[in-house]
């Protein structure tokens, strides 16, 4: 059973940075593909950045120039950092995985919330 795991949220000052954290657990194969999506309070879920296992990364318009996908050394880890945050970043972010053979999962989601 793959277990999809987000770390790292939490309240921080407008300007401030956040790193979160994602961990899969459970496949016998690696990741192909790793994502974090956010949704805010009222609005869709929306995509911010994803990152394939052979190093591609793609960003959301929310996320270009102030957040960084990467891979983390261990298997099935990635990492979100987030700089020059604004409150309308507000929103439980959410780590996807989807893996080779046994499908898509999601998991429980981190709140982050930016004061202004």
């Known amino acids: 059973q793959v277990q999809v795991a987000e770390s790292g949220g939490g309240l921080v000052q407008a300007g401030g940075s956040l790193r979160l954290s994602c961990a899969a657990s459970g496949s016998i194969l690696g990741f192909a593909r790793m994502a974090w999506y956010r949704q805010a309070q009222g609005k869709q879920r929306e995509l911010v950045a994803t990152i394939t296992n052979r190093g591609t990364i793609n960003y959301g318009d929310s996320a270009k120039g102030r957040f960084t996908i990467s891979g983390g050394n261990a298997k099935d880890m990635v990492y979100l950092q987030m700089n020059s945050l604004t409150p309308e970043d507000t929103a439980v972010y959410y780590c996807?995985?989807?893996?080779?053979?046994?499908?898509?999962?999601w998991g429980q989601g981190t709140q982050v919330t930016v004061s202004s």
């Open positions: 996807n995985a989807l893996f080779p053979l046994s499908g898509e999962y």
